[in-house]
């Protein structure tokens, strides 16, 4: 199996499955948040200048390479799957050089298959194996004794999977793996849990990974810590003929390289969670996919609100008190408000509906967060509006974050006296 690291840096030869184009060199390379192909050509009728000028006067095509582009190297292959134009030198007449950067690449494919749509798809989320408890990887360490050297076991093996199902069949695999490094001589065992979908049919990747950014996105509200999402593999069915005219599928899962993870490593090993494994169980996982899916709206800016890089405290209260805005009016209708009531009600009459039920699971009151919020939010939402204090930003900010995370706790089910103790901790 060939590899394709972060600092990576390969030359081979393209390949476009354009019949009517040569096969071309290149050489592509891997950052930490890129994967890019270099290309240079002299002549301008060149078809890979196309890729990036359009120069056809009948033509109204933008310019653009294919969506997917096999590399051929010395230790293997990789496709391209997501091209787009990134950036070109050069001009008409003379010698130029054009980037095209890839959403995935995936490992050892030599057909001619379009992974823009696959059958299955593997996660990993940082931090989840920790939250569910399990292991992988065991290890024993036996001291020197008797002249004989300290000796280290280390035993892994795949566990049960814990099966979520749902429509893409989501299952969360303990396994393990070992990652070698030529550099400095070393290997890595890393222990870990995989978000695993798969299909009988071809889905787009959002698909799949909707349900892995569930999981993400309740790791990252129960702690509220950065989360990553990694893909990690892909499978694609094949159609193969049998005997007596019956069709087949079968395939492999093939090793993904994405450009960046979504997301980021918290630097806290072990945060503590407001939702923890066993308040849910399997069933309580599958509940809050439906959640996630029914309050989109509501939870998308808040998790927004954690995955910026350093956002400025306007932007983090702007995005939360948006997604409180939303969730009071989906809250709305689901009491029985019609669309127009539930739109007309005012931003601090759905936050006083989204935190009635909420005041044991709460360490302030709620009835003040309610009015504080609102002036706070409109100060920064209207220029005409006065400004709010710093502080009672920030102050505003964290206690709307605290009100979310125990309505997403509450509504799963954890007893509000168990919330407001894990949010005093």
């Known amino acids: 199996m060939s590899e394709f690291n972060v600092g990576a840096k390969l030359l081979g030869h393209l390949i476009d499955f354009d019949e009517s184009t040569p096969e071309t060199q290149g050489t592509l390379e891997r950052s930490d948040d890129a994967i890019l192909l270099n290309l240079t050509w002299t002549d301008p009728r060149s078809p890979y200048a196309r ?36 950036s070109a030198q050069g001009g008409a007449w003379g010698p130029s050089t054009g980037i095209v950067s890839a959403e995935y690449a995936i490992l050892d494919v030599v057909q001619d298959l379009d992974y823009s749509q696959v059958n299955g798809l593997k996660s990993v989320v940082h931090g989840l194996r920790a ?3 399990v292991k992988s990887v065991r290890s024993t360490i036996k001291p020197p004794a008797d002249g004989a050297p300290l000796t280290a076991t280390f035993v892994a093996v795949e566990g049960e999977p814990i099966v979520i199902g749902g429509a893409s069949n989501l299952r969360l695999v303990p396994t393990w793996r070992a990652v070698p490094n030529s550099a400095d001589d070393t290997t890595t065992l890393f222990d870990e849990v995989v978000c695993e979908s798969s299909s009988a049919d071809l889905h787009d990747w959002s698909y799949f990974l909707s349900d892995h950014r569930a999981i993400r996105d309740l790791l990252l509200l129960s702690s509220w810590t950065m989360q990553e999402l990694t893909p990690r593999a892909a499978l694609r069915l094949e159609l193969e003929p049998r005997e007596y005219g019956s069709i087949s599928q079968s395939g492999s899962w093939r090793k ?19 939702v923890e494994f066993a308040d849910l169980g399997p069933d309580g996982i599958s509940e809050w996919i439906d959640i996630r899916t029914q309050f989109s709206r509501a939870i998308d800016p808040i998790v927004s609100s954690k995955l910026f890089q350093h956002p400025t405290i306007d932007v983090n209260l702007f995005l939360v008190a948006m997604g409180l805005e939303a969730l009071g009016y989906l809250l709305a209708l689901e009491a029985g408000h019609d669309e127009k009531s539930a739109n007309s009600m005012r931003f601090s009459q759905r936050l006083t509906l989204l935190a009635d039920g909420l005041g044991a699971a709460l360490p302030f009151d709620v009835d003040d967060w309610a009015s504080g919020t609102s002036e706070a939010y409109n100060s920064v939402k209207h220029a005409n509006r006065a400004p709010v204090d710093i502080g009672q930003l920030v102050l505003r900010w964290n206690q709307s974050v605290a009100v979310f995370r125990a309505w997403t706790a509450l509504r799963l089910g954890v007893p509000a006296e168990v919330i407001a103790r894990r949010l005093e901790v």
């Open 131 to 133: 939250w569910l408890g």
């Open 51 to 86: 890729w990036f000028w359009n120069y056809s006067q009948d033509s109204t095509e933008d310019a653009a390479p294919p969506s997917r582009l096999l590399f051929r190297h010395g230790q293997g292959t990789i496709l391209l799957v997501g091209c787009t134009m990134s």
């Open 256 to 274: 993904v390289e994405p450009a960046s993870a979504e997301g980021a490593r918290d630097v806290r090993a072990f945060p503590r969670h407001l």
